[in-house]
């Protein structure tokens, strides 16, 4: 008897040991805190962050303001005359902030000055942030079916930093969350935007809000 107990208990062991083997994965997929991550949270994040160059990340038009083409001269950037060229002081703390969040950027500008542009994001050492880059002149419209083409992303999923009334116009028909910027962007603004976006998209999804 004592022998037959044992098989039983160890039988009820074994499929026990079965049990929680095939149902942790389930339970730990389900509560939302592991690596497939929440999904609230990815849905009400966007997915893609558009920022502006004249007057949203330097205080100046590329194109007018200062003169091409730019060097670096200690640990200055500056331009053909020797002008210091600065940006707007968070626009870095803002770039890691966004980088830490692991959501992809991307920039739109509608200058003519291409290449002083993108020498300047260079010399800042920004490249490294921006996955997508539209610099031409136009509509931004344009600018944004590109960046629709290359990341297979709605225009929905997207939030975009401007100055000019006409941009935040014209984007936000196509459905992309338009934030508009006075004075630069900074830590506040993209911090109450991301929340904005995630309320919008809480509330439009039927989830409540935190
Ligand atoms: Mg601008």
Sequence with gaps: MPLCMCTIQAETASQLLLIIFVLLPVLKMSSGNDSCGPP???KAAPK???FDLDYTLWPFWVDTHVD???AMKGSKVVDSRGKTIKY????PEVLEY??????????ASRTGEIDGANQLLRLFDWDKYFQYKEIYPGCKITHFSRFQKATGLSHNSMMFFDDEERNIR?????????????KGVTMKLLKDSLREFKN??????GWSKE
């Design 48 to 50: 893609l962050i558009v």
């Design 68 to 70: 091409p083409p730019f």
């Design 98 to 107: 966004i980088r830490s969040l692991g959501i992809p950027m991307a920039i």
């Design 170 to 182: 014209d984007l936000s028909k196509e459905g992309v969350h338009c934030v508009f910027v006075r």
């Design 200 to 205: 919008k998209n809480t509330a439009e999804l």
């Design 40 to 42: 609230r949270d990815d």
């Design 88 to 91: 707007f002081p968070e626009v």
